[in-house]
C-alpha cells in the first residue's frame, strides 16, 4: 500500500531524519525518501517521488526537499493533493544566484574532504535552533556521506528545473522559523505568493530543522493539515 504522506529531506537529510515525525503522527500511514548517492536529476527524483506517494496524498519537503515536493505536485497534480514546506524556496535560480555557476564549475574537479570542510564551515548554531540533538544529527549525516554523495546533491539542486507554476486545486502550507538564518526574507515572501499558501505557520525557534526540535509539535501541524484531529 502506498503511503498517505511522503517525506523529503533537505541537503543534509537522510530517510531517518523524520523518525520522530513519523513516530508521533499516529495513523498516517509515511515513508521518508533518501536521495541517491551518484548524480540524479531533481526532476526526476521529483518524479519518483510521485510514483511514491497514493493519489490524494501529501508530500512533506525541508529546504531543498521542499522544492522537490513543489516539482512533484507542479509535474502531478492529479496525484499529490497538498504540499507541507518547511524553510524552503521555490526557486533555485533565486536561492543559489551564482553559486549555481560555481557549482557547475566543479563538476570535473576530484571531490574531496575539502568539500565537507566547505558545507560545514558554512553552518552556525543557529542554523540547529542551537539545539545539540539536531547540530549532532546533521553534522552525522555529513560525515556520513562521500564528498561524491554530498556532491551529487548540489549539482542536482545547481541544474534543477525551475518549476513554472504552481497548480491550482493543490493545498499547500509552509512552515517558517524567524531564526532561520538560510532563507532570506524575499524568498520566503516570493514561495508564498508562488504556491498561494493556504496555512501559513510562523515558528519562534527551531532553527532550520525544526522537526528535529520538536517533532510532536510538527507531527500535530501535520495531522490538522491532512485533515486528521
Known amino acids: 500500500m502506498k503511503p498517505e504522506v511522503v517525506f523529503v529531506p533537505g541537503l543534509l537529510g537522510d530517510r531517518w531524519i523524520f523518525r520522530e515525525v513519523e513516530r508521533n503522527i499516529g495513523d498516517i500511514s509515511s515513508y521518508t525518501m533518501d536521495y541517491p548517492t551518484y548524480p540524479f536529476s531533481l526532476g526526476d527524483f521529483a518524479d519518483t517521488v510521485a510514483k511514491v506517494v497514493k493519489p490524494g496524498g501529501y508530500v512533506v519537503g525541508t529546504s531543498m526537499g521542499g522544492y522537490v515536493a513543489i516539482l512533484s505536485a507542479s509535474r502531478h497534480p492529479d496525484v499529490i493533493r497538498g504540499v507541507v514546506l518547511l524553510n524552503t524556496f521555490a526557486s533555485p535560480r533565486r536561492i543559489l544566484g551564482w553559486k549555481r555557476s560555481l557549482i557547475r ?20 548554531d543557529e542554523h540547529f535552533g542551537h539545539d545539540e540533538r539536531a547540530k549532532a544529527y546533521v553534522l552525522g549525516v555529513l560525515e556520513r556521506m562521500t564528498p561524491e554523495a554530498l556532491f551529487s546533491r548540489l549539482l542536482a539542486l545547481a541544474e534543477a528545473p525551475e518549476a513554472e507554476e504552481f497548480p491550482e486545486g493543490v493545498r499547500a502550507m509552509v512552515l517558517y522559523t524567524e531564526d532561520d538564518p538560510t532563507i532570506p526574507q524575499r524568498e520566503r515572501e516570493y514561495l508564498l505568493k508562488f504556491v498561494k499558501a493556504e496555512k501559513l505557520v510562523l515558528c519562534k525557534s527551531g532553527g532550520h530543522f525544526p522537526y528535529l526540535v520538536n517533532p510532536q509539535g510538527f507531527a500535530s501541524l501535520l495531522r490538522e493539515f491532512v485533515g486528521r484531529r
Open 105 to 124: 564549475l566543479l563538476k570535473p574537479v576530484p571531490k574531496g574532504r575539502w568539500l565537507k570542510d566547505i558545507v560545514r564551515a558554512g553552518m552556525r
